[in-house]
């Protein structure tokens, strides 16, 4: 226990995240990082960006109704402290995403339009699965699909993109360093915390994997929409890549995704995910449940 409660306390919080990585940063980025102009510049890009960031607000969003929500159904001082910090994490997620729908010319007075344009209707059903949960104030079903299965999937997101980004953006690329570290530290403490309570609590083991399994579903759909959407965004990138003469590759769990197409893309990502779903899962106790069994 003491463990847990140094690992998640306030002031390790504080000294890992807004005094550590996120130091001297604005909204996640360095002060005078801009959008490249070749994005901003390029219809297709931008729109597909424009797009990609929308839906990193909405799953944000939902992250962020969940944390908040499950503060007071935790059953112990040290999580309700843990998750008044996700908490704001959360929220700064919201706010530094939100600021780059600004950045990509998206004004503040059609924010909540564009948000509704462009919002993929599967990750909303994804994010109405978890929030059932919360708002019935199950802690157990709430934080495994909180910080193991929304979590997890958002530090894969954000690492495939951090990749690209590296070579192509580095204002998000920084942006995106530090939601990856923030969610690290989530999908711990969902590891740490949430085992001992389902082996406490067997009876739920059924309930908490039919969750995981229509969030998985919904998840799955995400992905495949997403990438089907951005196809042509895909290519173009590609495309400018090459008449640039760029050649540096943006390797990704064996896959160069400069050079990959949207269906190389989707798998990698997909098959990365659901991997670390079932070794998640596993540590707590969980067994993995793929959609349509």
Request: some cysteine.
């Amino acid at each position: 226990m003491a463990d847990f409660l140094s690992a998640y306390s306030i002031q390790n919080w504080l000294e890992s995240c807004p005094q550590g990585y996120l130091e001297d940063t604005v909204y996640g980025h360095a002060t005078g990082e801009t959008e490249p102009e070749s994005l901003l510049d390029n219809e297709l890009l931008l729109t597909n960006q424009i797009s990609t960031t929308v839906n990193l607000v909405v799953g944000e969003r939902a992250a962020l109704a969940a944390s908040s929500g499950l503060i007071n159904s935790a059953p112990d001082y040290p999580s309700k402290r843990f998750l008044a910090t996700q908490t704001l994490d959360e929220a700064r997620h919201v706010e530094i995403f939100t600021e780059r729908l600004f950045d990509l010319g998206v004004k503040r007075a059609d924010l909540e339009s564009t948000i509704n344009e462009y919002a993929n209707p599967n990750l909303v059903k994804f994010a109405e699965v978890l929030l059932e949960k919360v708002d019935k104030k199950d802690f157990i079903a709430g934080v495994v699909g909180q910080n193991i299965v929304l979590e997890g999937m958002a530090f894969s997101v954000f690492e495939m993109m951090h990749t690209t980004a590296q070579s192509d953006n580095s204002k998000f690329a920084h942006t995106l360093s530090g939601t990856i570290a923030d969610e690290r530290r989530h999908v711990g403490f969902g590891e740490n915390r949430i085992g001992s309570l389902i082996a406490q609590h067997p009876e739920k083991k059924s309930e908490i994997q039919k969750m995981q399994q229509d969030m998985t579903q919904h998840m799955l759909a995400t992905f495949s929409t997403s990438f089907e959407k951005g196809r042509a965004a895909t290519e173009e990138a590609k495309r400018i890549r090459t008449e640039k003469g760029v050649q540096e590759k943006a390797m990704y769990h064996g896959k160069d995704l400069n050079a990959s197409d949207s269906e190389d893309m989707q798998a990698v990502l997909a098959d990365t995910v659901l991997n670390e779903f079932k070794v998640r899962l596993g540590r707590i106790g969980l067994e993995y449940q793929a959609p349509g069994t």
